[in-house]
C-alpha cells in the first residue's frame, strides 16, 4: 500500500464506532492509523480485525509499547502476527535481546523501537536516577535496538536531526511530539510543527489531538498535510 502522506494519524479512542468515524473521514489524506494501547485492552485483536472489516483495509501502526523479557515479548508478537501490523512498537530501554526476539517473531512488521517518550524531559529523567543528556539517551537507545533488529525508531522531533545523521538511510523515523502552530501541547513536552520535524528528517509525523479533536477532522488532516 503507497502512502498518501508522511502523516500517521493517532486513533486514541477506545470506541470502535469512533476510531470508524475518524478512519473513514481522514483516508482521503492518510494511510497509516494508530491504534494504541486504549483501544487494544478494550477490544483486542478482534477488535482491529472488525475494525479492518468494518471501514476496508489500512496500514496498522499498532502502538503496544511492549517491555518485558524476550520470551514474553516474542509470545506477544505471536498474539497479533495475524493482524499484519505494518509498526509495531516496543521499549528500546528492553534491551537489545528483547527486540531482536520481536524482530524475529514477526519478520513482515517494522519493529518500532520507542526511545524517550515525549512527555519526559531532563527533570523527569533526572527524578528516574538517568542523569544522562536526552540526546545521547535517545543515540544509544537508537543505536542497540537497530542493532538487533529494530526497523524504525520512535522519538522526539528535536531528536530526529541527530538521528538521520548517525543512523542507517533505511532505518525509518517516526515522531509524535508534533503540533500544528497553535495548537496545544497538551503532555507533550518536547515538540515541533509537523514541517519542522519532516524538514529535520522525519519520515513520518504521528498526529492525534489536533486531528481528532477538530470539528472537521478531514479538513484538519487536509490541511496538516497541505503544510508539508
Known sequence: MSDKSPLILAVDTKEIDR???LISATRESVSIFKLGLEFF???GPKGVRDLKEA???FDLFLDLKLHDIPNTVASACKSVRDLKPRFLTVHASGGGEMIAAAAQELPETSITAVTVLTSLDTAALNA??????IENLCSEMARNAT???ARSIVSSP???KMLRATLPSHIELITPGVRPSGSLSHDQKRVMTPHEAIVAGANYVVIGR???GAANPAQAAREIVASL
Open 19 to 21: 476510531a470508524k468515524e
Open 158 to 160: 528535536q531528536e530526529v
Open 147 to 149: 542493532s538487533h533488529g
Open 128 to 133: 528516574l536516577g538517568m542523569n544522562a543528556e
Open 41 to 43: 485492552l478494550a477490544h
Open 55 to 57: 471501514v476496508g483495509d
Open 210 to 212: 489536533p486531528i481528532t
